[in-house]
């Protein structure tokens, strides 16, 4: 489970969290959309102990072992292949790569080329595997979609399907609403630091919630 | 046996750099041709019967390793900025103090490996006897390159997300390096000089000592330079 309460953090005189308070039970997506500005990734970093909240607490069951984290960034070293990439992150965590794993991102025949040779939308993939190589209860997804190929983005759904499957939870933060809505069982909508909608998605489809989601922000 | 997670994981990360140097040899080829670059203006730029060379060669030799290995320090965390792999080893399970030694150890070899070139050059530029002494010298070098590095690594730490870090770096770095290399400097000194090694002891031992406050100090203090 993860649970956030009253998060408050400024940057100088921008308030980024503003109390942002929510939790996300065992096998739900929370999906957060807001504009640029809103605080979408500082909650997430907050949420993964990388930035320290000056008020508020967040809690991830598990600790930092059980995050993975999935970015428009890939975290990954250009000059080392996709293996030697899995191996290392593999390292920090103590555990061994999953004998499985390329094979499930369609990377087995790019195992042994350098990340700085492969096209976006592979390293894309390879990010995915890098955030799966300890086996994550929880997942944070920071605008997921960006550079994604349809091969990734499919891969990105099984992936979610999956935590979601072993009772995990995630949280993806992103402007496109469309995209996000397909994977989410909560949304919420933030701007200026607040969250100003918090629901379960129920039956809604990514249009009424886009709707929805443009009367909120306006 | 199993060594501590914290010293498998500071190797992890350094044999990590390790191999990202290997393969890209930017950081090393720019810092190896700095090395023979400045030995060789300095060689050729100087009047041989104005200084000897005894008092004028290890000033050379320390001036040319402490821009090598600025040019090295610049690089350290640079890396880990490049797809935000920074953010990776700070959510990954592992102490803060592993990231900083695993830097540590690896810039130490990248240094130790300008500086293996530095030595005969200067040898052979400056004529001064250097293998009749090697173990000497080697400790010297050996101590003072932790000293300053040590320090270097956190400061790399501290300035790589700042605009002009290339910049800043040796503008906070080199007052915090007057001490070892001064001290190297003098050791080195009496080491071409054919001095007795009791001679010598003081400088090592002051050498030392600054390791040991440094990297402890930096070990405590890095925490604090990458949590936001």
Known sequence: MLRAEGLTHRFGSVTALDGVSFSVQPGQTLAVFGPNGAGKTTLLRVLAGLIRPQHGRAHVDGGRRAIGWIGHQPQLYGQLTVRENLRFWASLYDVVVPGDLLSRLGLSEHADRPVRALSRGLVQRVAIARALVHDPAVLLLDEPFTGLDRTAAEALSRVLGDVMGRGGVSVLVTHNVEEGTGLATDVAFMRGGRFVHFAPRGSRGAQQVAEEYRHAIA | ?228
């Open chain 2, 1 to 228: 046996m199993r060594l501590p997670d914290s010293v498998r994981h500071a190797w992890a990360i350094a044999a990590k750099d390790l191999l990202v140097e290997f393969r890209s040899r930017t950081g090393i080829l720019s810092a190896g041709v700095f090395v023979v670059l400045v030995l060789m203006v300095f060689n050729f730029g100087r009047d041989p019967t104005a200084v000897s060379n005894i008092v004028l060669a290890p000033s050379i030799l320390w001036v040319t390793f402490t821009f090598a290995a600025i040019l090295a320090l610049n690089r350290a965390f640079q890396l880990e900025l490049e797809n935000q792999a920074l953010d990776g080893l700070l959510l990954a399970p592992i102490e803060r103090g592993s990231i900083y030694l695993g830097k540590l150890v690896a810039n130490l070899l990248f240094v130790a490996s300008v500086e293996v070139l530095g030595v005969p050059l200067v040898a052979l530029f400056f004529n001064v006897e250097v293998w009749a002494h090697i173990g000497t010298l080697a400790g010297i070098i050996v101590l003072a390159t932790i000293g300053f590095v040590s320090i270097g690594t956190l400061f790399s730490a501290m300035t790589v997300r700042t605009r002009f870090a290339e910049l800043l770096l040796p503008v906070v770095l080199l007052p915090f390096m007057i001490l070892p290399l001064m001290w190297a400097t003098l050791a080195t000194t009496s080491v071409f000089a054919d001095r007795p090694l009791n001679e010598i002891a003081g400088w090592l031992k002051m050498l030392a000592g600054y390791d040991i406050v440094f990297v402890v100090v930096s070990l405590l203090l890095f925490p604090a330079t990458v949590n936001e």
